[in-house]
C-alpha cells in the first residue's frame, strides 16, 4: 500500500513557473511508475505526465510537452512536476498516482491504483 502526499501548488501568474513535488510512503517506490493528473471544476480528471520506474521513460500530452518536466529521485521516494509558462487553463487541482511497473507507465486514471489528496495550482491572467 502506497501512500501519497502532493506539495507546491499555489497561486501564481501567467508564465511563471511552479514545482509539485509527491512524497511517497508505504511501499517501494522503484517499482512503481509515477503518473501526474490534474482536474479542473466540471471537467474530468486529465492525464498531465507519466515516468517510468527508473525515471528512464517519459511521456505527457500535446497541452503539456515542452512545458512540464517530471522526474523522480527514487532515493528520496519522491516525484516531481515542474512547470513552466503556465497559463490559465492550466488552473486546476493536480494529483500524484502510482501504480505496480508491470509496464513503464500508465497514461489513463484506470491505470493508476493509488493516489494523492491534491494540490491546488492556480493560474491567474
Known amino acids: 500500500q502506497v501512500q501519497l502526499v502532493e506539495s507546491g501548488g499555489g497561486l501564481v501568474q501567467t508564465g511563471d513557473s511552479l514545482r509539485l513535488s509527491c512524497a511517497a510512503s508505504?511501499?517501494?517506490?522503484?517499482?512503481?511508475?509515477m503518473g501526474w493528473f490534474r482536474q479542473a471544476p466540471g471537467k474530468e480528471r486529465e492525464f498531465v505526465a507519466a515516468?517510468?520506474?527508473?525515471?528512464?521513460?517519459?511521456a505527457y500530452p500535446d497541452s503539456v510537452k515542452g512545458r512540464f518536466t517530471i522526474s523522480r529521485d527514487n532515493a528520496k521516494n519522491t516525484v516531481y512536476l515542474q512547470m513552466n509558462s503556465l497559463k490559465p487553463e492550466d488552473t486546476a487541482v493536480y494529483y500524484c498516482?502510482?501504480?505496480?511497473?508491470?509496464?513503464?507507465?500508465?497514461?489513463?486514471?484506470?491505470?493508476?491504483?493509488?493516489w494523492g489528496q491534491g494540490t491546488q495550482v492556480t493560474v491567474s491572467s
Open positions: 498516482a502510482a501504480n505496480w511497473a508491470t509496464r513503464f507507465y500508465g497514461t489513463n486514471r484506470y491505470d493508476y491504483d493509488y
Open positions: 508505504g511501499g517501494t517506490f522503484s517499482r512503481y511508475y
Open positions: 515516468i517510468s520506474s527508473s525515471g528512464g521513460r517519459t
